[in-house]
């Protein structure tokens, strides 16, 4: 499947928000929240994700058509990579292990931020390490 790159970037931007938004507050509801974001992009793949369809909705049709589309298995892998640190932070909020918690929220947030600002999706290129490696 084919998407469109802004789509993820956008996404990224809305991430950055949320996580930041948990780690001012020491939130871990909202930590989990982001987590069920991140598990509907990994699981459903990005174009049906909250954000992806937000993007698709409210943001995709103001802008003029992509230059060229990409590959989804990247930002969906990216997506996999959240979820797994999403799943750790908000069980270290759940099990009182708050700096697991906000450990777990700063590196996600961090990924997150070199997507929206920098276009830099640190999944995406692990994913692309991970197939050139399977493949040698």
Do not use: K
């Not at 996580?19 to 992009?41: K, P, R, W």
């Not at 298995?73 to 999403?86: D, E, I, K, S, T």
């Not at 759940?94 to 918690?101: E, K, N, P, R, Y």
Request: one cysteine or more; a positive charge.
């Amino acid at each position: 499947m084919q998407i469109d790159p802004r789509g993820p970037r956008f996404a990224a931007a809305l991430t950055t928000l949320v996580l930041s938004a948990a780690l001012i507050t020491g939130s871990g509801a909202l930590l989990a929240a982001q987590t069920v974001v991140f598990a509907l992009g990994a699981f459903a793949g990005p174009r049906y994700s909250p954000y992806g369809r937000l993007y698709q909705v409210a943001v995709r049709p103001r802008l003029s058509p992509p230059g060229e589309l990409e590959d989804a298995r990247p930002p969906r892998f990216a997506q996999a990579v959240g979820l797994g640190f999403g799943l750790v932070g908000t069980v270290g909020h759940l099990a009182a292990v708050d700096w697991l918690g906000l450990a777990a929220a700063a590196l996600a947030l961090a990924a997150a931020f070199l997507n929206a600002a920098f276009g830099y999706c640190l999944g995406c290129e692990l994913y692309l390490l991970v197939r050139r490696v399977r493949s040698a």
